[in-house]
């Protein structure tokens, strides 16, 4: 992965460093020249090999640990790339809702705390360990099925509206953010349909040329990370670049 904007001795941090798509922008990040640290995050602190890599544990469902990763950060200097790579759509319990009658408490609780609460709680804390002197980028991973204007079949009402409601606290963030630091870029980003655990059980009606590796979409998601700018921020970028609609 070559950089074209971001520069040398980068700084970034990897949440969610352990599922398919985590894992591989460690990995992308890794093979980069420009990359000189990578901080992997993940529930269970699984190392990697890399001497460029640092692991630690860390609880997207817990502001405690949330922010006990952030205080240990601190130290370390400013970031300029942060991604949050987690999601959840089915398993613990629950699954993707054809109708309403499948609606329940339980699953919007879940696909809240994953998709929405977490991501937004994260960005309270490690927002202020990005670098402001100069380009640096808080990107959380997001869906196109978030887009109200994109929805044609309805259904999936948890993760949809988890997703739209993510999209929402990315556009707040990067208002509030854009007041004082011009050069901090928030953005919500679209992988596509990737070949990993979220998504196998839905493969089946996916054509074989947009089912992505995880490693072919980590490239481009790190691509569109290198080509935003600050009037960017705020927005939802697909896998090629594209905004995608609120």
């Not at 398993?91 to 109708?99: C, D, L, T």
């Not at 402001?132 to 079949?153: M, Y």
């Not at 988890?162 to 050069?183: T, V």
Request: aromatic share 8%; charged share 20%; with cysteine.
């Amino acid at each position: 992965m070559k950089f074209d904007s971001l520069g040398h001795d980068l700084r970034a941090a990897i949440i969610g460093a352990t599922g398919g798509i985590g894992h591989a922008l460690v990995e992308e990040l890794v093979a980069s020249d420009q990359v000189s640290q990578i901080y992997a995050l993940s529930r269970s602190g699984q190392s990697h090999p890399s001497a460029k890599v640092a692991n630690l544990t860390f609880d997207l469902t817990s502001e405690s640990s949330i922010q006990a990763a952030a205080e240990a950060l601190r130290e370390v200097g400013a970031f300029d790339i942060i991604i949050v790579a987690t999601g959840l759509l089915q398993g613990q319990g629950i699954a993707p809702e054809k109708n309403m009658r499948a609606m329940s408490f339980e699953n919007f609780e879940q696909s809240f705390a994953v998709n929405t609460f977490g991501p937004a709680v994260t960005a309270k804390h490690f927002l202020p360990l990005m670098r402001r002197d100069g380009k640096a980028v808080f990107a959380a991973l997001s869906a196109r099925v978030g887009s109200i204007s994109d929805n044609r079949i309805g259904g999936w009402y948890a993760y949809r509206a988890s997703k739209a409601a993510l999209n929402m606290i990315l556009k707040c963030l990067s208002i509030e953010y854009g007041r004082r630091f011009k050069d901090t870029i928030i953005i919500g980003l679209h992988p596509g349909t990737v070949d990993t655990s979220l998504s196998q059980p839905f493969q089946g009606n996916v054509p074989e040329d947009k089912l992505f590796t995880p490693q072919f979409s980590a490239q481009k998601l790190l691509s569109v990370v290198d080509q935003v700018k600050p009037d960017d921020s705020g927005e939802l970028f697909d896998w090629a670049g594209k905004r995608v609609q609120p």
